[in-house]
């Protein structure tokens, strides 16, 4: 096994390695892929590989600075792009977390609506009939939970 990684660290010794536009061209040869699975065409395929072999060639690349320089000039032209995706991502995550830990409270709580204002309240699984007390409106009310 060491003997792989040192086999791999002398292959890419002073090379460029991957970076940002080298990882969209690939991105984009995989979604060539599969648009290729689909319509059979071949015009799509020969992009798909042109654009792998452009990427493991990038990777490959020994020229730092002329690599270096190509990818300055995408991220210069893709900022606009790339930061309205990055504003957009914390909201997946947030929403991911959310569902998580609304998954988690309805496995030890029972959640549920108060049924004059609609607040969403919460009591203990496992109590049986228990009067409520709307923290909002103050509305009395029994449920089982």
């Known amino acids: 096994m060491n003997n792989f990684r040192y086999r791999m660290a002398q ?11 080298g990882r969209t061209f690939t991105w984009v040869a995989m979604i060539l892929m ?5 319509t ?15 990427s493991i060639w990038r990777m490959f690349s020994k020229n730092y ?7 300055q000039m995408f991220l ?11 504003r957009l991502t914390p909201n997946v995550r947030n929403s991911i977390i959310k569902a998580r830990y ?4 309805r496995r030890t709580y029972k959640i549920f609506k108060c049924p004059s204002c ?8 496992g109590r049986g009939k228990i009067q409520v007390n709307c ?11």
């Open 118 to 125: 609609k607040q969403k309240l919460r009591a203990p699984r």
């Open 34 to 38: 599969i648009v290729t699975m689909f």
């Open 65 to 71: 600075q002329k690599r270096y320089y190509e990818n």
């Open 135 to 145: 923290s909002r409106c103050h509305t009395q009310f029994i449920k089982k939970v």
């Open 11 to 21: 292959l890419f010794a002073g090379r460029t390695g991957v970076d940002a536009l």
């Open 76 to 86: 210069q032209k893709t900022a606009k792009i790339r930061g309205f995706f990055m």
């Open 102 to 105: 609304n998954m988690e409270q």
């Open 40 to 54: 059979h065409s071949n015009i799509a395929y020969l992009l798909a590989m042109a654009c792998l072999v452009y």
